[in-house]
């Protein structure tokens, strides 16, 4: 099922999301539901906040880069309660952008290594060095679970050029061709 995703200005997207166990109410079909949601919105990464939900999940498919970086052929992750548990490594900047921030795209400088402990599918716990891209993508998302957008890594002079752009986030004017759900509009 295609869910809405939660845009800027939600409540959901700035509380610090709650770690789960694997008895969570139907946790196999929420993970297929935020794996649709996110191909449709044609993103490459999705935490739970980003469908309302304050619990610390987060799918990951880059297999769509696959045809450029190779390395990502079949790579379709889940994270369940992810921590970066250190960071390490140069810092890198690289543009970003966000299911929750249609439209704003924005250069964020970031670790280039992490590393990291989470929990699959299946609750095996899994302590990883994470580089590169996916370090990147990683990074994003599991700010979501900390109430953190990646325009909080921006410089307050970005942000104010781009407050146009959010206050249409707000209003529920911004245009998608996914569902989303904003603070002050009706679900499109």
Known sequence: MILPIYVYGQPVLREVAQDITAEYPNLKELIQNMFDTMEHADGIGLAAPQVG????????????????????????????????????????????????????????????????????????KHTERVEGYLARVMQHEFDHLDGVMFIDHISPLRKQMIRNKLMKLVKGTARTHYKIKSVNAKLK
């Open 53 to 124: 939900l304050p619990i610390r999940l987060v799918v990951v498919d880059l297999d769509v880069l696959s045809e450029d970086h190779p390395e990502f052929a079949n790579f379709r992750k889940v994270f369940i309660n992810p921590y970066i548990i250190e960071v390490d490594g140069d810092d890198v900047t690289m543009g970003e952008g966000c299911l929750s921030l249609p439209g704003v795209g924005e250069d964020v400088t970031r670790p280039d290594v992490i590393h990291v402990e989470y929990y699959d599918e299946n609750f095996e």
